[in-house]
């Protein structure tokens, strides 16, 4: 026995090389049994992240280039782009992201060109980044803009509406303050808006 222990190691040192080149064959098929999809997420977030970044630094270059920025079909290409790096890799982290950029380009779009469907728009993507992706950071924050333009355009109720879902919805998010502070001016205005109505009753009933 034990002068076959020599033979026998000397048999698997011979051996091992072809072993080591087995397992090297079998992992990349035991990898793609796996399912494809796990090896392509990566690749995809970067694609995806690359996409976002190039075109949110279009965006920013056209807000400092007063020449390129007066032409109305130079941030509809933008809006483009920002929907397409949304529709291309709607499960990456880039996909809420492009939306909430979109909607602030679309708000950006109203104040320089006072076209209504501008704003609009920009109220459909907010909502569209709640319902589609809630547990992102950009959901509270699309929360606050829609409040924001709903108190600029008067509709105090519906201000205030979103932003106590923002105050239920997302407790720990950075706009928590401000949420609460913006209800907090919305209850004072209320109340003096009903203090006014109700003094105005009494004068026309003591007029009568």
Known sequence: MISCLPHRFVCFLAMRPCLLLALLLIAPLS???QGNQYAMIPVASIAAETAYQKTSAMYQQLLRQPAVNSNRANWLKIA???NRVY???PQSRAAPASLYLAAHLRISMYQ???QPADQDQAVSLFHNVVSLY???GEAANSLYSIAEIEQINGNLRGAAKNYYKLLQNYPASPRKKQAEQK???LTA????LAA???SRQSSSVVTA
């Open 31 to 33: 990898a793609a049994a």
């Open 80 to 82: 483009q782009e920002l």
């Open 87 to 89: 529709q291309q890799y």
């Open 112 to 114: 320089r060109f006072r």
């Open 134 to 136: 809630p547990q992102s």
């Open 183 to 185: 209800l907090r001016q």
């Open 189 to 192: 205005i209320a109340k003096s």
């Open 196 to 198: 006014r109505k109700g």
